[in-house]
DNA sequence: CGGTATCCGTAAAGATACTG
DNA sequence: CAGTATCTTTACGGATACCG
C-alpha cells in the first residue's frame, strides 16, 4: 500500500484494515474495564453466536451446514462468529485436507457445558412469548395516547 | 447529492426521524420473520437490558441510581433501554409527581421470572471465566505463527 | 468448498444541549 | 431529577469478488 513521504495520519485505508483487525481480533481490549458482565454479553450478544451453538448441539457439522441451518448468516458473519467461538475455546475446527476442502465444527466440553444456560434462557423466552407480546401491544396502544412520562403516574 | 428541483427523496431530517422513530417504537417489525431464536437475542442483546435486570433483582430503582450503578451508560441508553424494558413487560415505571420528580423502576412477575435464567448464565460465565481467556490467550498465540486456516489440519 | 479482503449501508451507542 | 432532541461516532452486518 502507499505509504506516503512523512506520514499520513489515517489514510482511511489503514484506519479500515486497523478496525477490520481489531474487530476480527481482540476487541475484548476495548471493552476491557467494563465488569464481567459486560464481558458474557459480548460473548453471547454478536447475534449468531447462540444460534451456532444450538446447531452445533445437534453433533459437528461442516461450514455449509451451518450456513444452511441459520439461514440467513452471511458468509463473512458466519466466519467471524465461529472464529469468535473457536478463540474462546467453545467449539473445535478441523481441517480435513482433502479436494475439496472440508472443514468440521463441533462442540467442545466448555461449549456443551454452555447448552445448559443457553436452553434455559430459550425455554423462557417459548414459556413467555405470547404475554411478552401481549405487553408490548398493550404498550403500544397505550403510548399512543400518553406520549411520554405521563403513563403510571402515582397519586 | 444534488437532488433536483421536483422532489426531495429523503430530506435527511425527516429520514433521522423515522430512523429514530422506529428505533424508540418497534423495531421489532424489522426482524419480524426471523425466527423466534433471534427475537429472544433481541431481547437480551441490547447491550444494557440484563446488567438493568441484575441491578433491579436488588430491589427499585430511580433513574439516577440506575445510571449510577450502571457505570458508564449514557442518559439515553438507559432510556431506550428502560423504555424497552417497560414495553417488554419486564420492568414498571412509576412517576411520583414531586418536585423534584421521582420516577421509580421495578421488575414485574415476568422480569422477576426472567432471572433465573439470567443468573445461570452469569454462573456459568463466572465458572469459566478462566478456562476462555486461556483459551483465548491460546488461540492468539498460535494465530501469530499460523494466520488462517492452517491450524488443526487433519492427517 | 471454505474461506479472506474490500466496500458500503444501516443500526447502535455516545456527547451535548435543552425542557418540564 | 428525569427525561427529549439532535448530532456525531462507532460497530455491526450484508454483498461482492477473489484466492487456495
Redesign the interface.
Known sequence: MEQSNTRVPTPDKELAELKEHLRR??H?ELREG????????S???E?WT??VV?VLSDGPKRFKELQRSL??VSQRMLTLTVRGL????LI??????TVPPR?EYALTD?GE??R???F???????D??A??E???A???RSAESAPA???????
Not at 120 to 126: F, I, K, S, V
Not at 149 to 155: A, E, I, W
Request: proline share 5%; glycine share 12%; hydrophobic share 40%.
Open positions: 481480533g481482540n475484548a467494563c465488569k464481567p458482565g459486560a464481558e458474557l454479553l460473548l453471547i450478544a447475534k447462540v444460534l444450538i439461514t440467513g473457536e478463540r474462546d475455546g473445535s475446527r478441523t481441517v480435513f485436507p472443514v466448555l457445558s454452555l445448559t444456560p443457553i434455559a434462557l430459550g425455554q423462557w423466552a417459548r413467555n412469548r404475554v411478552i401481549a405487553a408490548r398493550r404498550y403500544d412520562g405521563d403513563r403510571n403516574v402515582s397519586g
